[in-house]
């Protein structure tokens, strides 16, 4: 497992390590409630180092970028990055990606598992684009600063102010360098990510602690992740998946120009063919259902549960799962397994509430 820059400063507070994507990510620092209560009442600080991170240079980026995506990033809202959805010849995901600019640069943030891929399959269409890609992932970190007093605390690290919209920027001046501090929600709560070199990121988690911020690792992030309903690759979508099944409708333009993959989207949409819906459902606490299990309906399979968080609220845990569209409308009964509890889906997309009607 690769250590990120905040490896050390970590394991001095006592995390436990766990590997993701080849990453030794912290799991946890103590008691796992007691970090997500932080991030949802208070301040609190996490590594996500292990995220991709490719600066794109060069005037004809975007262009390019909107040609191979779902969303509109060709302009990006004046101070603000966007998120879209890299699609393949058929229309399904390559990866879901966020591009910010920075300066006269973009930094396009990948799934951990996908910062190659991504940029190997930009490679494959750059022909005479003025367009290159620097893989900056492990020169660089990436420190979230979540909870209610977020914004306070990056104020008084960098005395900066970020844009209100979704994923505003800006750059502040840290450590000799240029720090990009995006607004995002990418765990449901008020939060900023911090983008900086390797070398600052330690300097940067010890001053955001010294303001009150409280570290969590990434188990209370998965319970906040699956709490918002956020997708992740490998768990809600893979390249076998479209935009559609993923829970990534809203990552979508219908106005837009064409991009790869266009005429199968929007055959899937339009004609209402598609097959399966992420949903919510909650899970009892005391069954012990992990992730991958099967979801039955009348003794057939259904379905199967994607991410299950670790946070029990009143018996029960959140879980997302992907669901055959006959069978993910709200309210719905499923069984866990042959043999095991039965199950509610308490959210479903529209989309997936009228297939169910139909």
Request: hydrophobic content about 40%.
């Amino acid at each position: 497992m690769r250590p990120t820059p905040l490896h050390e400063s970590q394991e001095k507070l006592g995390a436990r390590f766990a590997d993701l994507a080849g990453w030794a990510v912290a799991s946890r620092f103590d008691d796992v409630r007691d970090e997500y209560e932080a991030a949802r009442t208070g301040a609190a600080i996490a590594d996500v180092s292990h995220r991709g991170r490719i600066v794109a240079r060069g005037k004809d980026t975007l262009d390019l970028l909107n040609r191979l995506s779902t969303n509109l990033v060709d302009p990006l809202p004046e101070g603000a990055g966007q998120t879209t959805v890299i699609t393949t010849g058929k229309g399904r995901v390559h990866d879901w990606i966020t591009v910010l600019p920075w300066g006269e640069h973009f930094l396009l943030l990948t799934s951990p598992e996908r910062r190659t891929e991504v940029a190997e399959w930009i490679d494959m269409f750059t022909f005479e684009e003025d367009t290159t890609l620097e893989d900056v992932t492990e020169s660089t970190a990436t420190v979230s600063i979540l909870g209610p007093p977020a914004e306070s605390v990056v104020a008084q690290l960098l005395d900066v102010q970020v844009a209100p919209q979704a994923l505003g920027c800006a750059i502040a001046a840290w450590q000799g360098s240029e720090a990009l501090v995006v607004r995002t929600d990418s765990t449901g709560q008020p939060g900023f990510d911090i983008v900086v070199q390797a070398e600052a990121a330690e300097a940067l988690w010890d001053a955001a602690i010294g303001f009150g911020a409280t570290p969590v690792g990434q188990q209370a992030l998965e319970a906040l992740r699956i709490e918002a309903r956020v997708p992740r690759w490998g768990d809600e979508f893979t390249d076998d998946n479209n935009p559609l099944e993923a829970g990534l409708l809203g990552e979508v333009s219908w106005t837009k120009g064409c991009y790869t993959g266009q005429e199968v989207v929007a055959r899937l949409y339009n004609y209402h063919r598609i097959q399966r819906f992420m949903v919510a459902i909650e899970v009892p606490s005391n069954a012990d259902i992990m992730a991958g299990t099967v979801l039955m309906a009348d003794g057939v399979s259904v379905g199967r549960l994607t991410s299950v968080s670790s946070i029990a609220h009143d018996g029960v845990q959140a879980a997302l799962a992907s669901i055959r569209s006959g069978h993910a409308a709200v309210g719905t009964t499923l069984h866990v397994g042959e043999s095991g509890p039965p199950v509610s889906i308490t959210w479903a997309p529209e989309e997936a509430q009228q297939g169910a009607a139909a």
